[in-house]
């Protein structure tokens, strides 16, 4: 709960410190007094967006300072603090964090209701939260919201592949013939330079081929140097003259012709095949020259056509393995879709009954004894629904909450917003937030000002329902009714007056008697009739609170 609010140099505030108790805390003051300041302090502490335009005049920092006790007695300091700058930070016990971060730790631990709230109930969107908040039905319903948006985009997408289906396959195959083509050459830079270069030198080898052969038939013929060198080697060995220098000379000459007819030959090998490597390199080239008419005339562009077919062929095929999972995964996804839809559905027709009974119930404690209160479960639109297992659905589920209701007897119900006068609104509206009180699981519930258009005996009501809602959690209440300020277990007075020619908000706790009566009967509109009203009021509270004497008036 909400123990204690400290705020600096906020607005029309100077420095003002306020504590709570457990139960009901009234505050009240004159219009203008800066009640609505001191709300506007403890949401600045919640994560609520900053304003530079909230630091005093004069000052140059802004602080709110909030002491939240939990049900183990641990305490939660959050201090949000703003500059005349536009910067702001806010901490938590005493560490710098995010606002993000904060709005998380604090999630939960508060509800806050304000007249400002009122007319958004007629907005069909918030009178579903409402119903499923009441039903507890809150993350099932937007678990199903996210299910369906999902559910939705992967229909589409399914859908647009399949009506692409046929356009890509022509595609597909467009692209693979090309590919084939260029694949079956399989070009490359090195490829081409090499092919280009032994056409070249095949064709200088082709104007050689003559004399080539008359070398060969000149060392290695029957009557070549070779057979000449043997003979007269022989005739040399058996002289008596010493010749051995010149026999191993013409050894080795003889070998030296052996090689140069052996390579002679090898070319004139080559050479003999030359027309049929010719051909093959000719016929490659001229499939090279036919693709790179096709691709731009340069190799380059071929090379580059090669890439960009694979990387569409690519995202071709990706497309449709994407279709073919998508066949199996929309079916799943409507499925699970279909049950959560379901479950909620069940959820909400077992809520229909109980919210209409407790709204019922407090619309005639609070003096509408013909009122009633219904809950029309709608069909979605076409427009903006799927058909799934044969029903339509929407991101809301199988059905739309509407509140309907009816002032009078005999009147048929219709819908909130159509039926319901500004004074049944706000009456409605706040049986419709004490119904969520009920249910809140936030220990600290906040109503500021949420009793405008409501007086006489209805305020008592009002007054007898905030208390009953005050004895299981802390409630706060910014209210300009003496019925609701006399049940109040801590009474807290704002007035403004002027310091340093400035406008100052200032709280004061009302402890004693004297001065409980004395703001009950301003309330009340003042005189000699509204003190002695005043006193009355006090003294029932007392005798339903079962005290004695002054006890409840007495110093806290």
Same mark, same amino acid.
């Given at each position: 709960?909400?123990?204690?609010?400290?705020?600096?140099?906020?607005?029309?505030?100077?420095?003002?410190?306020?504590?709570?108790?457990?139960?009901?805390?009234?505050?009240t003051?004159?219009?203008?007094?800066?009640?609505?300041? +001191?709300?506007?302090?403890?949401?600045?502490t919640?994560?609520?967006?900053?304003?530079?335009? +909230?630091?005093?005049? /004069?000052?140059?920092?802004?602080?709110?300072?909030?002491?939240?006790?939990?049900?183990?007695g641990?305490?939660?300091?959050?201090?949000?603090?703003?500059?005349?700058? =536009?910067?702001?930070?806010?901490?938590?016990?005493?560490?710098?964090?995010?606002l993000?971060?904060?709005?998380?730790?604090?999630?939960g631990?508060?509800?806050l209701?304000?007249?400002?709230?009122?007319?958004?109930?007629l907005?069909?969107?918030i009178?579903?939260?409402?119903?499923?908040?009441?039903?507890?039905?809150?993350?099932?319903?937007?678990?199903?919201?996210?299910?369906?948006?999902?559910?939705?985009?992967?229909?589409? $997408?399914?859908?647009?592949?399949r009506?692409?289906?046929?356009?890509?396959?022509?595609?597909?195959?467009?692209?693979?013939?090309?590919?084939?083509?260029?694949?079956?050459?399989?070009?490359?830079?090195?490829?081409?330079?090499?092919?280009?270069?032994? $056409?070249k030198?095949?064709?200088?080898s082709?104007?050689?081929?003559?004399?080539?052969?008359?070398?060969?038939?000149?060392?290695?013929?029957?009557?070549?140097?070779?057979?000449a060198?043997?003979?007269?080697?022989?005739?040399?060995?058996?002289?008596?003259?010493?010749?051995?220098?010149?026999?191993?000379?013409?050894?080795q000459?003889?070998?030296?012709?052996?090689e140069?007819?052996?390579?002679?030959s090898?070319?004139?090998?080559?050479?003999?095949?030359?027309?049929?490597?010719?051909?093959?390199?000719?016929?490659r080239?001229?499939?090279?020259?036919?693709?790179?008419?096709?691709?731009g005339?340069?190799?380059?562009?071929?090379l580059? *056509? $090669?890439?960009?077919?694979?990387?569409?062929?690519?995202k071709?095929?990706?497309?449709?393995?994407?279709?073919?999972?998508l066949? !199996?995964?929309?079916?799943?996804?409507?499925?699970?879709?279909?049950?959560?839809?379901?479950?909620?559905?069940i959820?909400?027709?077992s809520?229909?009954?109980e919210?209409?009974?407790?709204?019922?119930?407090?619309?005639?404690?609070?003096?509408?004894?013909?009122?009633?209160?219904?809950?029309?479960?709608?069909?979605?639109?076409?427009?903006?629904?799927?058909?799934?297992?044969?029903?339509?659905?929407?991101?809301?589920?199988?059905?739309?909450?509407?509140?309907?209701?009816?002032?009078?007897?005999?009147?048929?119900p219709?819908?909130?917003?159509?039926?319901?006068?500004? /004074?049944?609104?706000?009456?409605?509206s706040l049986?419709?937030k004490?119904?969520?009180?009920?249910v809140?699981?936030?220990?600290?519930?906040?109503?500021d000002e949420?009793?405008?258009?409501?007086? =006489?005996?209805?305020?008592?009501l009002?007054?007898?329902?905030?208390?009953?809602?005050s004895?299981? *959690?802390? !409630?706060?209440?910014?209210?300009?009714?003496?019925?609701?300020?006399?049940?109040? =277990?801590?009474?807290?007075?704002?007035?403004k007056?002027?310091?340093?020619?400035?406008?100052?908000?200032?709280v004061?706790?009302?402890?004693?008697k004297?001065? $409980?009566?004395?703001?009950l009967a301003? +309330?009340? /509109?003042? =005189?000699?009739?509204?003190?002695?009203?005043?006193?009355?009021?006090?003294?029932?509270?007392?005798?339903?609170? /079962?005290?004695?004497?002054?006890?409840?008036?007495?110093?806290?």
């Amino acid at each position: 709960m909400l123990t204690c609010l400290a705020l600096r140099n906020l607005a029309t505030i100077s420095d003002t410190t306020l504590e709570f108790d457990s139960n009901l805390n009234v505050l009240t003051g004159e219009t203008g007094a800066g009640k609505s300041i +001191l709300i506007d302090g403890l949401l600045l502490t919640l994560g609520e967006r900053a304003d530079s335009a +909230l630091v005093r005049p /004069g000052t140059k920092l802004a602080s709110v300072e909030a002491v939240f006790m939990n049900s183990d007695g641990a305490e939660l300091l959050i201090r949000r603090e703003i500059r005349a700058g =536009g910067r702001s930070r806010i901490f938590i016990n005493d560490e710098l964090t995010t606002l993000e971060d904060a709005r998380k730790r604090v999630s939960g631990i508060i509800d806050l209701h304000s007249q400002r709230s009122t007319p958004a109930l007629l907005l069909r969107r918030i009178q579903q939260t409402a119903f499923d908040e009441f039903g507890g039905n809150s993350n099932l319903a937007g678990d199903l919201s996210y299910m369906y948006e999902e559910y939705r985009s992967l229909l589409q $997408r399914l859908d647009k592949l399949r009506e692409d289906q046929e356009k890509n396959l022509e595609s597909t195959e467009l692209i693979r013939h090309e590919l084939s083509l260029i694949e079956k050459l399989n070009p490359s830079l090195e490829d081409n330079q090499s092919l280009i270069s032994e $056409r070249k030198d095949l064709k200088a080898s082709q104007n050689s081929v003559e004399t080539l052969h008359v070398i060969v038939d000149a060392i290695s013929g029957d009557d070549g140097i070779i057979a000449a060198l043997g003979k007269f080697r022989n005739e040399l060995s058996h002289t008596a003259i010493e010749l051995h220098e010149t026999i191993e000379l013409l050894d080795q000459a003889e070998i030296s012709l052996a090689e140069t007819s052996s390579s002679c030959s090898a070319i004139l090998g080559r050479v003999d095949s030359a027309p049929w490597r010719l051909k093959e390199i000719d016929d490659r080239l001229d499939s090279y020259s036919e693709l790179l008419g096709r691709c731009g005339g340069t190799l380059d562009r071929l090379l580059q *056509r $090669r890439k960009t077919l694979l990387e569409d062929l690519e995202k071709l095929e990706s497309l449709e393995c994407e279709l073919l999972d998508l066949e !199996v995964m929309v079916p799943e996804k409507g499925k699970r879709l279909h049950e959560t839809a379901e479950q909620l559905s069940i959820s909400r027709e077992s809520t229909v009954k109980e919210l209409q009974n407790c709204v019922q119930k407090e619309l005639r404690l609070l003096g509408m004894p013909h009122a009633v209160f219904d809950v029309i479960m709608h069909n979605p639109p076409l427009n903006r629904s799927l058909i799934l297992s044969g029903k339509n659905i929407c991101s809301d589920g199988y059905e739309i909450p509407e509140f309907y209701f009816s002032a009078n007897k005999g009147m048929k119900p219709g819908p909130l917003a159509s039926v319901a006068s500004g /004074g049944e609104l706000s009456r409605v509206s706040l049986v419709l937030k004490l119904a969520l009180a009920s249910v809140s699981q936030a220990p600290t519930m906040v109503f500021d000002e949420i009793d405008s258009g409501i007086g =006489g005996e209805t305020a008592n009501l009002l007054a007898d329902s905030l208390k009953r809602a005050s004895e299981n *959690r802390q !409630v706060i209440v910014i209210t300009h009714l003496a019925q609701i300020a006399s049940k109040a =277990g801590r009474h807290l007075a704002v007035y403004k007056e002027l310091h340093d020619d400035l406008p100052s908000t200032r709280v004061r706790e009302l402890k004693n008697k004297q001065n $409980r009566v004395a703001e009950l009967a301003r +309330l009340l /509109g003042g =005189g000699d009739a509204a003190e002695e009203h005043a006193e009355k009021m006090l003294s029932n509270c007392r005798s339903s609170s /079962g005290e004695d004497g002054d006890g409840l008036l007495k110093d806290l």
